[in-house]
C-alpha cells in the first residue's frame, strides 16, 4: 500500500495566494496530492462550481486516483513530447512540484491567465549528495526560477532556495509569482 504524501509545505505556506476562481492546472501532478488538499482547502469555492481543477500527468494509472472528486478533471498526456498538448490554454493558477522540462518551461508559463499564479518548487543544482534527482538537465541553476519567471514578466511574490529538510532532506528551489498583464 502507498503511503499518503502531504501536500508541499512550500504549496500550504501560499495556498492563500491561490485563485478562488476558474481552474487550477497541477503539472506532473502524480497521485494529484496537492489537487486533493487543495479541494479540501476550497471546497466552498469547488462546491459552487466557481473553482475547478486539471491533473495533468502521463501516468494514466496515477490520474485514476483522482476519479470523482469534486471539481477534477484529468488528462493523460506526454508533456516532453513534440507537440505541446496544452497550447493555446489559460488557467487561473498552475502547480508544477518535482518536475523540470526545460524546453516546454516558457510553454508552460504561457499558460497563465492574466493575474494568473505560478506556485513552482522542485530540486536544485547540489541536490545529487542527497539523492535523485541527480541529473544537471533535471535540477534547476541557482536563481533559475526567478529569473526565468522575471524575464516572462511575471511579478514575484515568494522566492527561496537551498537545503530543506522537508519532507525529505534536499536541495529545493521555489517561487510564488503572478501574471500581471496579459
Request: aromatic share 8%; hydrophobic share 45%.
Amino acid at each position: 500500500m502507498n503511503a499518503i504524501i502531504p501536500p508541499s509545505p512550500w504549496l500550504l505556506a501560499h495556498a492563500a495566494q491561490l485563485p478562488r476562481r476558474g481552474c487550477i492546472l497541477d503539472l506532473a501532478c502524480g497521485r494529484g496530492r496537492h489537487l486533493r488538499w487543495l479541494a479540501e482547502y476550497r471546497a466552498a469555492a469547488v462546491a459552487s462550481e466557481e473553482l475547478r481543477f486539471l491533473a495533468v500527468d502521463r501516468d494514466s494509472a496515477a490520474l485514476q486516483s483522482l476519479a470523482g472528486l469534486p471539481g477534477v478533471s484529468t488528462r493523460c498526456c506526454d508533456l516532453e513530447g513534440e507537440n505541446w498538448p496544452l497550447a493555446g490554454e489559460r488557467f487561473a493558477a498552475v502547480i508544477v512540484t518535482n518536475y523540470l522540462w526545460r524546453p516546454r518551461f516558457d510553454a508552460l508559463l504561457a499558460l497563465l491567465a492574466p493575474a494568473g499564479v505560478l506556485v513552482y518548487e522542485t530540486f536544485m543544482q547540489g541536490n545529487a549528495a542527497y539523492g535523485k534527482p541527480s541529473r544537471p538537465d533535471f535540477l534547476l541553476q541557482p536563481g533559475e526560477l526567478r529569473a526565468r519567471c522575471g524575464a516572462a514578466g511575471l511579478q514575484e511574490i515568494a522566492f527561496a532556495e537551498g537545503y530543506v529538510e522537508q519532507p525529505r532532506p534536499a536541495v529545493r528551489q521555489a517561487i510564488v509569482a503572478r501574471r500581471v498583464s496579459g
